[in-house]
């Protein structure tokens, strides 16, 4: 027979000193002295790192900022002055503008990079070895890449990769100079003219012969099927004609006779010669292996002989990348190499994540490549590209390595930027503390609205 409460039982006895339950029947939560005990474990952990934090972040930014209000020597408080004698110094306004470019361009240009290469190694089957390949340059010190980019960038084409090959395409489509450095001997009726080219000072008509001596030619740069020059004079020339040869006027071990074409002189192969009257040029040759050269169907009149400046003017050496125009672009470059795998292997981290049905019904919807390109994934990567150029920003605020190894000391100036002004105030030649430190100061209130974007943006992606 069940038992059934009876009508008018005392109720059950409960422990009135133990807490209330929590709504829901939740269990209560630990003691206050429990807590309190894990909150002494946390921090006794988390008091290494604060103690580091302190010793190696806090403590020199707060001497820093205290120090830029003091001059050179650290004795005399100046209040403001190292601030404003900072913006009114020019190589720091210099290393502003400079700085100024490279949060520009650098940042966009890797992220652009950086993307399209992540999207088109999905493309590739062998995606894994080329981002390893483009990551590499990462595990190279910045100190190593300057000094490979410095012998990048060499101005002699037998040295430096970039005029190497840009000499390679110039000659490919514009001849060169064949006797750089000659020229002609003085007093043996050749003038220099303002355009670098010789001419002779006597008129000729056909029928006649000049032979034009020239000086300052190395044996070295005689061509290998030059032979001896032959007097022109010792055969008479058709009365049609303006012949004669263009010669070495030097005699090796000595002798000879200047002016006058001897047995031991080389002929100048190759060498254009023209025809001028009344200023224009009616004919055009070029000498032979022994340098003779002739004009043939001249019509009577007289004519001067004369060597154009592209026979002597220099050879075509290549771009000067480290020159004032280009130096900053250049360590640009050095530096887009260096990073350029760091964007794309985030950019393809990020791809990687992309829900896929997104993109396959764009596609049976009929859009190309390029729209789903435009329309679809930057969108969808545009969290991962604001990270990215955030942290890049970040990074090129500091750049200083690059720029001091691969600048070369009489352009330094040209490329500076605020991390490198900050060190030749201070310590590379400067000895201004004060200043220095209000420069790393200036520096740090740029860094900081980056480094709060990326920390907002951490927290709003783990929420």
Do not use: C
Not at 80 to 90: K, L, Q
Not at 100 to 121: D, I, S
Not at 158 to 171: I, S, Y
């Amino acid at each position: 027979m069940p038992i059934t409460s009876v009508r008018g039982a005392a109720p059950p006895v409960t422990d009135r000193t133990a807490p209330p339950a929590k709504a829901g029947g939740a269990a209560p939560g630990p003691p206050r002295r429990t807590a309190r005990r894990r909150r002494l474990v946390a921090l006794a952990f988390l008091l290494p790192a604060l103690l580091l934090l302190g010793a190696l972040v806090a403590y020199p930014i707060l001497f820093t900022v205290g120090r830029s209000f003091f001059d050179a020597s650290g004795t005399r408080f100046v209040g403001a002055e190292n601030y404003t004698e900072m913006f009114r110094d020019p190589a720091t306004l210099t290393a502003v503008r400079n700085s100024a470019v490279w949060v520009v361009v650098a940042p966009a240009l890797l992220t652009g990079l950086g993307l399209v290469l992540a999207v088109l190694t999905e493309k590739i089957r062998w995606a894994t070895a080329f981002k390893l390949l483009m990551f590499m340059p990462m595990a190279i010190s910045f100190l190593a890449a300057g000094i490979i980019f410095r012998v990048v960038y060499e101005h002699d084409p037998d040295r430096g990769v970039l005029n190497a090959v840009a000499v390679g395409v110039h000659d490919a489509f514009e001849e060169g100079s064949s006797y750089p450095g000659a020229r002609a001997r003085d007093g043996q009726g050749l003038t220099e003219r303002p355009d670098g080219s010789y001419a002779t000072a006597e008129k000729l008509s056909p029928g006649n012969t000049v032979d034009l001596g020239l000086v300052g030619v190395p044996p070295k740069d005689l061509p290998k099927n030059a032979e001896p020059a032959r007097d022109a004079a010792a055969a008479a020339a058709a009365d049609a004609e303006l012949r004669g040869v263009v010669y070495v006027d030097f005699t090796p071990g000595g002798g000879g006779e200047p002016g006058r074409v001897d047995a031991a002189e080389p002929g100048l192969p190759q060498m254009a010669v023209e025809a001028v009257r009344g200023g224009e040029v009616v004919g055009r040759t070029t000498t032979a292996a022994d340098g003779s050269y002739r004009f043939t169907g001249l019509s009577p009149g007289e004519y001067a002989v004369q060597l154009p400046a592209k026979n002597f003017a220099e050879p075509y050496t290549g771009i000067s990348w480290l020159g004032p125009a280009l130096v900053t672009p250049a360590i640009i470059g050095a530096y887009l190499w260096i990073w350029t795998g760091f964007s794309m292997v985030l950019i393809a981290a990020g791809l990687a994540a992309m829900p896929r049905d997104v993109l396959e019904a764009a596609r049976m919807d009929g859009a190309n490549e390029w729209q789903i390109f435009r329309r679809i994934t930057v969108p969808l990567l545009s969290p991962v590209l604001a990270v990215v150029f955030v942290t890049l920003v970040i990074n090129v605020m500091k750049v200083f390595d690059l720029v001091y190894i691969i600048a070369p000391g009489p352009v330094q100036q040209e490329a500076n930027v605020l991390a490198m002004q900050m060190w030749l105030v201070s310590f590379g030649g400067g000895n201004n503390q004060g200043l220095g430190s209000a420069l790393g100061v200036l520096l740090l209130l740029l860094v900081v609205p980056a480094m709060i974007f990326n920390i907002r943006r951490f927290r709003r992606s783990q929420s």
